[in-house]
């Protein structure tokens, strides 16, 4: 029987689908008998999970028309790839009809598992930090979750809710339960699963009990469903997480710099009222506006009916936009001061 011989031309080619993602470089492949040998490397700049795909050209690249079915070896998924780590498929590909041939090239592809991060948001890898100040210097662990880079604004709140202000302005004057009519309305808008239901009634808010939002102790009533996928506050953990940078953190006093006036507005730089959000520096993770502007509301009881808010406001002292200081209020106050940022579940 002769021997099929196929010729690869080089570089063969790597192809990252998620331009935050996976990288995958030196890619080779060199046949061995009825073998070809793909070697490949593999690196993720948050070590998430990706998908390994692998396509074939027979016309020097001009067309990648093989999706090639007979492979083993590193294909599929991998599950946390380390930088540098040397990744090997084997093909052999007369079992996909593949003939001699001179100008064949491979293209290894990484798609990220964590599909596309909605608009505006950014990926938070979880792991565990340890602050030096603050309620979690025991250590702070949290899983991986997407969070929006900014304060919630008016446009993202007239979309689902009605009429606001400015649309670049960070939505003020909302209780945490106006935050959480917005984030079930939003998901069920965009055909996610809501992360709230009250008492019996469901996760629809049409369907919840006139007066539900009156009582500040109803809010005991609220409960969140923690695998859903769609829009929620962030737990005060994943909140001082991020704002403290995650594990990228390098440990700032406030989100993202030592120095307030480059990260935050509050009382010695905002005019004493909120401004366009994002006009400042990010952190660490790419998120605005955690320290300063408006306080921002999440999940847990702080104590009896109140809700904790975090980050400081406009008006804030120096001390009140720091990372870790606590405050809280009552879930039925809706005041100038107090706005939301949202989050969803890492898929």
Sequence with gaps: ????????????????????????????ANQQNDLVVITYNLSHPNSLPCEISVEVSTDGGVSYAILPAALSGDIGTIAAPAAGADHQIDWQFGLDGIGSGDNYR????????????????????????HPTTGIYTAGLTVSDFYMDKYELTNAAWNAVMGSGGGDNYPHASVSWFGAIEYCNRRSTMEDLPPCYS?????????????????????????????NATGYRLP?????????????????????????????????????NFPHPVGQLAPNELGTY???????????DIYSDSYRVIRGGYFSSVSSYCTVWV??????????????FRICRVYP
């Design 106 to 129: 491979v293209k290894v592809i990484a798609d990220d598992l964590q599909g596309q991060i909605p608009e505006n948001f950014v990926l938070v890898p979880g792991g565990t930090i």
């Design 198 to 226: 009250y008492l019996n009634y469901g996760t629809n808010p049409d369907d919840w009990p006139a007066g539900w939002n009156t009582s500040d102790d109803n809010s005991l009533n609220v409960s969140c469903d923690w």
């Design 289 to 299: 506006d955690m320290s300063g502007n408006l306080w921002e509301c999440c999940w």
């Design 1 to 28: 029987m002769k021997k099929r011989i196929l010729t690869f031309i080089f570089p063969l080619f790597a192809l990252a689908v998620s331009a935050n993602g996976p990288v995958v470089t030196n890619v080779t």
């Design 235 to 271: 737990s005060e953990a994943e909140w001082e997480y991020a704002a403290r940078g995650g594990l990228q953190t390098h440990g700032y006093t406030y989100s993202g710099s030592n120095d307030l006036s480059l990260v935050g507005w509050c009382w010695s730089n905002s005019g």
């Design 326 to 339: 606590r405050n809280a209020v009552y879930p039925t106050v809706s005041d100038v001061s107090l706005g």
